[in-house]
């Protein structure tokens, strides 16, 4: 849209004779009213862009999922401590309950809880890989 030569605002064409906010006469002298240029060159070479892999992303799954590593890799450090908190309570959670309810060790049975945490985290990250159109927290899609 055009802008008044006065006032700067964005004014429509049909608007041509007089700008409604000033009211200068004429208020696209010196241009058309039927085209104006709104394109601009924007220098992009100091832009560096690095896209996430989802091959690092399910590693993370496997090795770190427990810790909500993953979310953070792909900018989501939101729902990375929300991960990391319920798996951490889970956990916690599991491990206490079982020591008290049955004769089972502590340590195993965290041991126990640990690896089905494991193994829970591998399918959330098989779920994410698989999952098309997946975007990190910047707006970028993960490879």
């Known amino acids: 849209m055009p802008t008044c030569r006065n006032c700067k605002t964005r004014i429509d064409k049909f608007n041509k004779d007089r700008c409604p906010i000033c009211g200068i006469e004429n208020p696209f002298d010196g241009t058309s009213s039927d085209t104006v240029e709104i394109t601009t060159n924007i220098d992009t070479s100091n832009l560096e ?3 996430k892999k989802k091959r690092t992303m399910f590693v993370y799954f496997v090795v770190g999922g427990i810790i909500g590593l993953p979310f953070f890799y792909i900018y989501k450090k939101k729902i990375g401590i929300i991960y990391a908190s319920i798996n951490i309570a889970l956990l916690a959670l599991a491990t206490l309950l079982t020591a008290l309810l049955t004769n089972f060790n502590a340590g195993l049975a965290l041991l126990i809880y640990l690896v089905s945490l494991i193994l829970i985290n591998t399918l959330v990250g098989l779920y994410y890989v698989s999952k098309a159109n ?6 970028g899609f993960v490879e």
Request: proline share 11%.
């Open 49 to 51: 862009y690095h896209p």
């Open 134 to 139: 997946l975007k990190d927290g910047h707006g």
